[in-house]
């Protein structure tokens, strides 16, 4: 969300970050953990910018709740859970585009995108400033942050199965919603917990830790972006 502040008679521009977490973990998220250095490097390099946080496992978005914001949409006469789903669809939209930026926290889940991700995408789906070919969040940056329990990456046993960052990306990106997407991704998360992936360990733990300076360096950037307005 960009606004406009006067100081000393002169304009200044508040920009805002949108963060949406979908872990499960809680403090041991991976992904809550990547993210929280994207954060800290925007707020340092833009002190006073706002963000606008939404935690889908404390507030999720059921299918219930997409089925009524989409019947809702289409209806002569919305029932009250079909207008409290429109009303929700549009403020989870509202979120979204009043932010100059987004970062969206995405862990694998059964191989594929979380129920909790999916959900909310679906919600903004039925919102018409998202509709196809709209392109509604055109060149704005969007950073994903996704991890995975396992290895899928090139040469891995299980190369491919990750069905979701394929997903998110394309969604997010040009195609679709038409942001200007960077992917973190950290994977073999489970290696420290799994004695069958305790030769990975130090695999493992570099990659985090490249990730790490990997966050830390987007949202540096982001903020250098926008620190210029």
Same mark, same amino acid.
């Given at each position: 969300?960009?606004?406009?502040?006067?100081?000393?008679?002169?304009?200044?521009?508040?920009?805002?970050?949108?963060?949406?977490?979908?872990?499960?973990?809680?403090?041991?998220?991976?992904?809550?953990?990547?993210?929280?250095?994207?954060?800290?490097?925007?707020?340092?390099?833009?002190?006073?910018?706002?963000? +606008?946080?939404?935690?889908?496992?404390?507030?999720?978005?059921?299918?219930?709740?997409?089925?009524?914001?989409?019947?809702?949409?289409? &209806?002569?006469?919305?029932?009250?859970?079909?207008?409290?789903? +429109?009303?929700?669809?549009?403020?989870?939209?509202?979120?979204?585009?009043?932010?100059?930026?987004?970062?969206?926290?995405?862990? %694998?889940?059964?191989?594929?995108?979380?129920?909790?991700?999916?959900?909310? /995408?679906?919600?903004?789906?039925?919102?018409?400033?998202?509709?196809?070919?709209?392109?509604?969040?055109?060149?704005?940056? /969007?950073? %994903?942050?996704?991890?995975?329990? $396992? $290895?899928?990456?090139?040469?891995?046993?299980?190369?491919?199965?990750?069905?979701?960052?394929?997903? %998110?990306?394309?969604?997010?990106?040009?195609?679709?919603?038409?942001?200007?997407?960077?992917? /973190?991704?950290?994977?073999?998360?489970?290696?420290?917990?799994?004695?069958?992936?305790?030769?990975?360990?130090?695999?493992?733990?570099?990659?985090? &830790?490249?990730?790490?300076?990997?966050?830390?360096?987007?949202?540096?950037? %982001?903020?250098?972006?926008?620190?210029?307005?």
């Amino acid at each position: 969300m960009t606004e406009y502040l006067w100081v000393s008679n002169e304009m200044k521009t508040v920009h805002s970050l949108c963060r949406v977490d979908s872990s499960i973990q809680g403090a041991a998220s991976v992904t809550r953990e990547i993210a929280d250095e994207v954060e800290k490097a925007w707020l340092a390099r833009l002190p006073g910018a706002g963000v +606008v946080r939404r935690d889908l496992t404390q507030s999720p978005v059921s299918p219930a709740m997409w089925t009524d914001a989409l019947m809702g949409r289409r &209806a002569e006469t919305p029932t009250p859970a079909q207008q409290a789903a +429109v009303a929700l669809a549009t403020e989870l939209g509202d979120e979204v585009l009043a932010a100059d930026a987004l970062l969206v926290c995405a862990p %694998l889940y059964n191989w594929g995108v979380s129920g909790h991700v999916k959900c909310w /995408i679906d919600m903004l789906w039925t919102d018409p400033r998202f509709a196809p070919r709209t392109y509604p969040l055109a060149g704005r940056p /969007i950073v %994903l942050v996704v991890a995975r329990g $396992g $290895g899928a990456s090139p040469g891995a046993p299980q190369e491919g199965w990750d069905h979701s960052v394929p997903y %998110l990306v394309r969604m997010f990106g040009d195609e679709i919603f038409g942001g200007d997407v960077t992917v /973190i991704e950290t994977e073999l998360t489970l290696a420290d917990r799994s004695p069958a992936m305790a030769h990975l360990r130090d695999r493992a733990a570099d990659l985090r &830790a490249r990730n790490h300076e990997l966050a830390a360096a987007t949202g540096a950037a %982001l903020g250098e972006r926008f620190a210029t307005d």
